[in-house]
């Protein structure tokens, strides 16, 4: 638990810092240089009080001790260049451990301001050693203000999405722990507190805790995410952090370590041109999430398990590496998908949408299906700040989760069950929640399933339509708003138009000639469905499936697929008549209504004021 004193200073020590280094990320570098150098400093006054020599200031590093730093008979400039001094060398100090010279390594001080150094340094000097813990709470407080990671797909974890998926992985406290893209190592971190809360009882021995500290390892390619990672690590208790910098992806180094549990949330995105990844990957990809979770499969142990976030595209994309990963995570290991709300990584993105993977080698062979669950809400609202809110749909998926893994099939409305035969022979092999949720409704209807591609011919309407004369005489059909223009290309019929960018998913009715906009799917040659019908089933069921497919992250989109795969029970034409019969009847007798209402309301008002 951090405690508000610490959090104050930190706060501080940032407010000192914004006006010379205004990225959130630089700021936390300057506060892990300068409280590992104060703890070095601490450290060798602890051995000096009880008799024992000094271990990192000696010799001719004395002059760079903390405290000759502090001293107030330093002018300002003067202990701006001792400081800047001291952070440049302390990498060829041979009397700190590898893990100091790790973190000093390639530190500068970004600004030539003495007072503003003095400032920083005074509020440094008022953190203590005494409760590492505290310390290690009050750094992770420090990296949740981390953005600027965001731009190359490094989204930083909610605290409470890992410890969710810490949680249902369950990791023990003899079994080998890996994150493979760790970040600042909050995968890490949440099991290490993990098992010595499991371990409560019967507390570990100090040589069992060691072993455990030594199970954890992480790899990550940034030597910044590395820094931090051993800073978190040791600040939190672990006296020589296993972190390591490594592309996981590009080097075969350590390509035959097998750990026992696996959890990680891999970047997103890649690097233009793609990634170039060594031969051993069974998935032949350039896409880093990909790779990533290949690369997580093929090294658990023969009982292994793993967590993983993924984007949406991992789940349904139809290209062919992602539908071989799907095709071999559903044969090898998998037993349940969550799908988590869109916005769940603000600030750092808003229209990101993911979902939690969850394999167990040795659940995965005794069951027939795979489990997903629809998370709604995860306890924060969905905006910039995340604040706090009552609904929480967590503790009942780890509740179904765990049920599912005792094969107990707990019954609720978020959760379903598909069998992997069912999967397999999907011509996508999907992993969406969505397409399962629509067969899981198809079985509780009387009417067999339809897709939309097989009932009408489905095409887009024409690149740069709407550069034509602004004056046109046909109806001209965006995915947000009609205007009119005139071109050459357009459609005479009965149709329905889906926008497939910007409000994705929103549907449209039109009889006549009209144009449409290159990202706008056209609906028209119904086979066996009246449009009108059709009509009001997409407008009411489309655009929540087609929501959990779309892409792209400053102007959402959604591809054909997605709509030609949309799928829903459909009744004969007889039914389908007598349906729009009805609500025809019962729009007519609407509109009666709302003419009488408007006849009321002015003889209402020739009442009123014809005296």
């Known amino acids: 638990m951090l405690d508000q004193t610490t959090k104050r200073k ?44 000094t271990q990192f200031f000696v010799d001719d590093w004395k002059k760079f001790s903390w405290t000759k730093i502090l001293d107030n008979k330093l002018s300002g400039q003067d202990r701006l260049d001792l400081y800047v001094q001291a952070i440049t060398n302390m990498p060829k100090n041979p009397h700190i451990p590898q893990l100091f010279r790790n973190i000093f390594k390639g530190a500068f001080l970004p600004y030539n301001d003495p007072r503003t150094l003095s400032l920083f340094l005074k509020e440094i000097n008022e953190f203590n050693y005494e409760h590492s813990e505290n310390l290690g709470n009050a750094f992770e407080y420090l990296l949740s203000i981390l953005g600027s990671q965001g731009d190359a797909g490094q989204f930083r974890t909610p605290r409470h999405i890992i ?98 549990v696996i959890m990680a949330n891999p970047p997103f995105m890649t690097p233009r041109g793609g990634i170039v990844p060594h031969k051993r990957f069974s998935i032949q990809a350039n896409r880093a999430e990909v790779l990533f979770v290949d690369y997580i499969v093929e ?27 799907r095709k071999k995570m559903v ?11 869109v916005g769940i990584f603000n600030p750092y993105s808003a229209t990101i949408k993911t979902s939690i993977l969850f394999f167990d080698n040795s659940i995965s062979k005794e069951v027939k299906d795979i489990l997903f669950i629809n998370v709604e809400a995860d306890g924060y609202d969905l905006g910039a700040k995340r604040q706090k809110i009552e609904k929480d749909d967590l503790p009942e998926a780890f509740q179904i989760i765990t049920d599912w ?36 409704a198809r079985g ?27 004056s046109g005489k046909y109806p001209f059909f965006t995915c947000a708003q009609n205007h009119t223009y005139s071109d050459e290309f357009s459609f005479d019929a009965e149709a329905i138009l889906i926008a497939g960018n910007g ?34 089933v997409l407008k009411n069921t489309l655009k929540e499936s087609v929501l959990q497919q779309k892409l792209g992250n400053t102007m959402a989109y959604i591809k054909l697929g997605a709509i030609q795969n949309f799928s829903f029970p459909l009744p004969p034409l007889e039914i389908q008549k007598k349906i729009m019969k009805k609500i025809e009847e019962k729009e007519k007798q609407l509109k009666e209504y709302e003419n009488l209402m408007h006849s009321l309301k002015k003889d209402i008002k020739e009442e009123i004021f014809s005296e």
């Not at 952090?241 to 097998?258: A, F, G, M, Q, V």
Request: net charge neutral.
């Open 10 to 53: 930190l706060d501080s020590a940032r407010q000192i810092l914004v006006g010379k280094v205004p990225d959130p990320k630089a700021q936390v570098e300057q506060i892990t240089t300068a409280l590992i150098y104060k703890f070095m400093d601490d450290m060798d006054k602890e051995n000096e009080e009880v008799g024992l020599k």
């Open 331 to 341: 044969e090898d290991g998998l037993y349940a998908v969550v799908s988590l709300p």
């Open 163 to 260: 410890d969710f998926i810490v949680g249902v992985v369950d990791p023990k406290k003899n079994e080998t722990i890996l994150d493979p893209a760790c970040g600042t190592a909050g995968f890490l971190i949440s099991s290490y507190k993990h098992i010595l809360k499991q371990n409560k009882e019967k507390a570990l021995t100090p040589d069992e805790k060691l072993k455990l500290m030594n199970n954890l390892a992480g790899y990550d390619i940034s030597p910044d995410m590395v820094k931090l990672a051993l800073v978190n690590m040791y600040l939190h208790g672990f006296p020589e952090p296993k972190i390591h910098e490594y592309d996981t992806l590009s080097s075969e180094k350590r390509w035959d370590e097998t750990f026992d």
């Open 405 to 440: 893994k005792i094969g107990r099939k707990n019954q609720s409305k978020k959760a379903f069950w598909v069998s992997k035969k069912e999967i397999l022979n999907h011509s996508e092999v999907s992993l969406n929640c969505k397409t399962y949720f629509q067969t899981d």
């Open 299 to 325: 090294h658990l142990t023969i009982k292994g398990r793993a967590g993983i976030i993924v984007p949406e595209g991992v789940i349904f994309q139809s290209n062919n590496a992602n539908q071989s990963l």
């Open 444 to 470: 509780k209807s009387k009417w067999e399933s339809v897709k939309l591609g097989d009932i009408c011919k489905i095409r887009t309407g024409k690149k740069n339509v709407n550069q034509g004369n602004p």
């Open 503 to 536: 409000d994705v998913g929103t549907v449209t009715y039109f009889k006549g000639k009209f144009e449409a906009y290159q990202r706008t799917y056209v609906l028209t040659d119904f086979v066996n469905v009246e449009p009108k019908y059709l009509y009001l």
